[in-house]
């Protein structure tokens, strides 16, 4: 007859790890004070080799915790957003939490339903919010009923939450900087609909107080459907023919505009740095295997998460301190597509 394996208990990682159940229930929690680094690890052991998986729902009866933190993300497609949830993850396994991830599809409908389930019926102690824009009623109305919540990359208007982000502001002044010492006479910023994206409108504006154009003179930018291919190059071809074959390179918004203009510039057979230049934000790996090598700038996407999940967790524990903008500093890799000279 074949025996059941027993399922590991409290008691049973109690017992191996040669601590009390109480320790191994402030090291479920995340409580590490006083548990010394040799403690947490044989702890972590014994969890490992048991593969024990605490009962959330009992614990959550006990202690009124369900140990779960929901994520919300705009387009998870993004590469962006899929390193920006494993630092989360990785964040809150360390520390005991696990997360609920939902992708809204740059959606607002869909965002306030995702919120609205994550907080009614999932048990979330807190959010992780990569926002829409366009939902900052219903962000700030959650947070006035006492739900701990983060904004990772994008910000409201106002300073209600911590938020997580980088240095867009100076650092897209700093890439357009090096594209004009670079000899570049004309910089177009392309972008997707900027709308409430508060990344897409920082870097706009950064766009436009480093150029300073001239009342009677129209910047160039355009808004883009990156679907749409033909329109992508009508774009390219528009700016070209603005800028009376001087030495024009294109400011991408972010990494899947970069892809979408990448497509289009060999579609029409150009070639950088000579006939465009291009630059912009997100490195992805992509960056370095496309010929001459595509200058781009590295966000700390995953540091960004690991940064929202410790803000949560501390806001969960109870932190009362003043919402917090905290910018952690990019790096401009520079490669071929802007080396003119």
Not at 72 to 77: E, N, S
Not at 103 to 112: F, S
Not at 302 to 309: K, L, P, T
């Amino acid at each position: 007859m074949t025996s059941k394996r027993r399922k590991p208990t409290i008691d049973m990682v109690a017992r191996q790890s040669e601590v009390s159940k109480t320790t191994i229930s402030r090291f479920l929690n995340g409580k590490y004070e006083y548990m010394s680094e040799e403690t947490r690890n044989r702890i972590q052991r014994v969890v490992d080799e048991l593969n024990y998986r605490p009962n959330n729902f009992a614990r959550s009866l006990k202690s009124n915790r369900s140990g779960l933190i929901g994520v919300v993300v705009a387009d998870i497609a993004s590469p962006f957003s899929s390193i920006l949830v494993k630092g989360i993850g990785d964040l809150c396994n360390e520390r005991g939490y696990q997360i609920i991830t939902t992708n809204t599809d740059e959606d607002p409908q869909k965002e306030r339903d995702y919120l609205e389930s994550l907080v009614g019926g999932e048990m979330v102690e807190g959010l992780i919010v990569n926002t829409t824009g366009m939902n900052d009623d219903l962000l700030s109305q959650l947070g006035h009923q006492g739900i701990p919540i983060i904004l990772a990359d994008r910000a409201m208007e106002h300073l209600e939450f911590d938020t997580i982000t980088n240095d867009n502001y100076s650092m897209t002044r700093n890439a357009l900087k090096h594209v004009v010492d670079s000899g570049f006479e004309h910089v177009a910023f392309f972008t997707q609909q900027i709308g409430r994206n508060s990344a897409r409108r920082t870097r706009f504006e950064a766009y436009l107080d480093f150029f300073e154009f001239e009342p009677n003179t129209a910047p160039f930018v355009y808004e883009l459907d990156t679907n749409d291919s033909q329109g992508v190059r009508k774009a390219i071809e528009h700016f070209r023919q603005r800028t009376n074959g001087r030495p024009a390179a294109i400011f991408a918004v972010n990494g899947v505009v970069s892809l979408a203009v990448l497509r289009s510039i060999a579609e029409l057979g150009l070639h950088m740095p000579r006939d465009i230049g291009l630059c912009g934000y997100d490195d992805w790996e992509w960056a370095t295997l496309v010929p001459p090598g595509i200058t781009s700038i590295e966000q700390p996407s995953y540091e960004v998460g690991v940064e929202a999940a410790k803000r949560v967790i501390a806001r969960i524990k109870g932190l009362k301190a003043k919402p917090k903008l905290i910018e952690l500093p990019s790096t401009l890799r520079v490669r071929g597509s802007t080396k003119l000279k």
